[in-house]
């Protein structure tokens, strides 16, 4: 069965640190993958999209970036955090056409 | 992105009664997905929806693709206190193909 990894699960950092998350998901190949945020628990953002390595489509200019490294791995990053920044962030995969998105277990980051 | 109109934004009803909330969006989706999130959690899949007129259910839960593929709406029956958190639906512009956006959430609150 598959499975999605995403952390760490909570992170506080200061104002102007970079910042690197990392999502893994297994038991699939080739997946989607998706960043989303999510402020004061409401209303997810989509933030970044990947349907293959090294495809990254862009949904909101912002300070954050995203990469995908290998076919399973998604990276959300920034060189300079800002305290707009804080917030819930999710990862999720999805397979084949007509198939859901399914989440993991987000991490919560605080810039301070 | 895409604008999903989800309402209500809050529900606090009586353990046993039935809720209904729905999402609506301004162009046509060919996706429409419902989730439940729990605090601290990432949103949990509860039903999904790939053509117009579905009706899908899961035990308590029953969900419906609607006709005009711009809206979709989501009943749960007899209410218990393990329903609360908050809802999302989230849904596939035909458009566009890759990218889900998600409704606002309704937040469910049982009482006992």
Known sequence: ?112 | GQQLNQSPQSMFIQEGEDVSMNCTSSSIFNTWLWYKQDPGEGPVLLIALYKAGELTSNGRLTAQFGITRKDSFLNISASIPSDVGIYFCAGQPYATGNQFYFGTGTSLTVIP
């Open chain 1, 1 to 112: 069965s598959q499975t999605i990894h995403q952390w760490p699960a909570t992170l506080v950092q200061p104002v102007g640190s970079p910042l690197s998350l990392e999502c893994t998901v297994e038991g699939t190949s080739n997946p989607n993958l998706y960043w989303y945020r999510q402020a004061a628990g409401r209303g997810l953002q989509l933030l970044f999209y990947s349907v293959g390595i090294g495809q990254i489509s862009s949904e909101v200019p912002q300070n954050l970036s995203a990469s995908r490294p290998q076919d399973r791995q998604f990276i959300l990053s920034s060189k300079k955090l800002l305290l707009s920044d804080s917030g819930f962030y999710l990862c999720a995969w999805r397979g084949p056409r007509y198939s859901p998105l399914h989440f993991g277990n987000g991490t919560r980051l605080t810039v301070t």
